[in-house]
């Protein structure tokens, strides 16, 4: 009986005990050991005929977050192909300038973008506004995710981004009409179903299905397995399962065998094509750490602009005693990154970064900038000891699930319910949603943190009873700290109660600037 269950193995018999025989296998192979590689070559040596199969109508997904990973070989090579237009393009951004999707835009060759944050591209922002291009704006989470359903087998999900928000009704306009934002819509927006689970509301989210991806790698071996470098990944890793044509553009192209099994971040049965990169690596934003000869030069700014930035100190000083020993963070760009220079002694933090950081570091010196290796705001940074890398994918598991402790954003306006607007100003500005709807979408496990000036440039409170801007999200905020105060929000009967003032503030002052009313803790305290 023993023999016949491994009779395809090579056997050996044992005499242990009398009339007993055990067989061990000598040898078992899941395929002949004498069977080669394949001789085919998956590496092209022309680049323009690598994307010779791109037709107009095409959905292209380009990966790329900022202008790191952004794959500028290939879509250099498409943009010679006038003949190919009216593509969809599915992108986190629109590229900016010559690079990225910003050339595919400059040549009129994309009608419509699935993208989380365009505005980057001012080209882009102009373009929507006056109606020659479609948008169907996207959290960067939602994103990721729709892609990567779509290369798993799965038609749909239920997410709670962007639930109760303008992504949920559908009222952000895919296209205006010719002429822009006062002649109206063309095509409305996309509204989304509902349901609730557990108590919690979510939307559904339609997958997407590429039919061509670009995205480059670090190095590529000649059957295709990929590997990133660093902060190059983000969407790369998704897209490239998901279209039915995927074409690569290595840093590196290595022979088969080069490559350690344990270090592939996409697999050889993904990549239809490989070519060779040769479009520089650009930097967005060069931000270099401060020398103690920049500390030492004398401030250039206006009296007005060195108050406002003294101010926002303040504000992420105060926001800085928020964060305890150990704490996994996330910080919006803008204001919320100064808060690491304040940190309690003795507090340390693992900031997480949504383009695939856990472990992110201090600005780099000039020697050490890396256009491999940026935050969410496209800077350069550098990676603490104990630092991990990863995929957009999986970043915004990390942040949907509620693993990251705190979440700190700026806002436009916040409401004394915890409602949160930071995205979009209709018909004015198409910055772009991002991460941000993501990074509310679980206050319960995620402590969010709203950090901001008191008013507006006009003048006008950003603490208001009701938000007038499209939501980021609904009932997310736990707390808002500015420059005059604290509060606490209570997020399940829609109060704000009054904390702490800051130094050389009155509660008058904080009244007269607040849009809302709010209760007053017994011990109100000053900074």
């Known amino acids: 009986m023993l023999a016949a269950c491994v009779s395809r193995a090579t056997l050996v018999s ?22 080669p590689l394949p001789n085919k070559s998956k590496v092209w040596e022309s680049v323009d005929e690598a994307v010779k199969d791109v037709k107009s109508g095409d ?32 992108s986190n951004n629109a590229g900016a300038g010559d690079s990225g ?6 040549s009129k060759q994309i009608d419509k973008i699935i993208a989380s944050y365009p505005g980057g591209n001012k080209a882009f922002e ?10 169907e704006l996207c959290p960067q989470g939602t994103l990721i995710e729709r892609l990567r359903a779509h290369a798993a087998g799965i038609p749909a999900f239920f997410t709670p981004t962007g639930a109760s928000t303008a992504v949920e009704e559908g009222s952000i306009p895919v296209r205006y009409n010719e002429g822009g934002y006062a002649n109206g819509v063309k095509i409305p927006g996309i509204k989304k179903e509902s349901r609730e689970f557990g108590g919690r509301k979510y ?25 990133f ?26 022979p088969v065998g080069s490559l350690s099994p344990n270090a592939i971040h996409i697999p050889g049965i993904y990549v239809d094509r490989i070519v060779q990169a040769t479009a520089p690596k650009l930097v967005e934003h060069t931000t270099l750490a401060p020398t103690t000869s920049s500390s030492s030069e004398q401030s250039t700014l206006s009296p007005e602009k060195e108050l406002a930035k003294k101010l926002r100190h303040r504000t992420a000083k105060r926001a800085a005693k928020e964060l305890k020993d150990g704490f996994y963070v996330n910080l919006g760009i803008g204001m919320p990154t100064l808060i690491p220079g304040y940190l309690e002694p003795g507090v340390r933090v693992w900031l997480q970064s949504e383009n695939g950081i856990l472990g992110m570091g201090p600005y780099p010196t000039a020697e050490q900038v890396d256009p491999d290796l940026i935050n969410a705001g496209k800077e350069t940074v550098t990676l603490l000891p104990g630092a991990s890398v990863f995929d957009s994918s999986e970043s915004f598991a990390m942040i949907r699930g509620g693993h990251v402790d705190v979440s700190i954003l700026g806002a436009m306006q916040v409401s004394q319910a915890g409602d949160i607007a930071n995205f979009m100003i209709p018909g004015k500005l198409v910055k772009g949603i991002g ?11 995620t402590k969010v943190i709203v950090v901001m000036e008191h008013c507006a440039k006009d003048g006008t409170p950003k603490i208001l009873k009701e938000c007038s ?9 736990s707390q808002i700290i500015t420059e005059l105060a604290v509060f606490d929000v209570d997020r399940k009967n829609g109060h704000l109660e009054l904390v702490e003032l800051q130094e050389g503030v009155t509660l008058e002052e904080v009244k007269a600037k607040t849009g809302c009313d709010f209760k007053i803790r017994k011990d109100l305290s000053k900074l």
């Open 14 to 35: 044992v005499l242990s005990k009398p009339r007993a025989t055990v067989f061990v296998r000598a040898r078992w192979y899941s395929t002949p050991s004498d069977i």
């Open 59 to 90: 959905i292209l997904l380009c990966g790329g977050f900022g202008l790191a990973g952004v794959p500028d070989t290939l879509l250099g090579a498409l943009v010679k192909r006038k003949e190919v237009t009216k593509l969809t393009a599915v």
């Open 101 to 106: 999707l910003g050339k595919l835009f400059n």
């Open 126 to 135: 102009a373009l929507y506004l006056k109606g020659e291009v479609s948008l």
């Open 203 to 227: 939307i559904m989210e339609p997958a997407i299905a590429g039919d061509v991806a670009f995205v480059r790698a670090w190095k590529v071996d000649e059957a295709g397995n990929c590997v």
């Open 229 to 254: 470098r660093y902060t190059q990944q983000n969407f790369g890793t998704v897209m490239a399962k998901n279209a039915k044509l995927t074409v690569v553009e290595a840093d590196q192209i290595v």
């Open 435 to 445: 991460g941000a709807m993501d990074l509310v979408s679980n206050p319960d496990q």
């Open 469 to 477: 801007l499209p939501l980021t999200g609904a009932r997310t905020v």
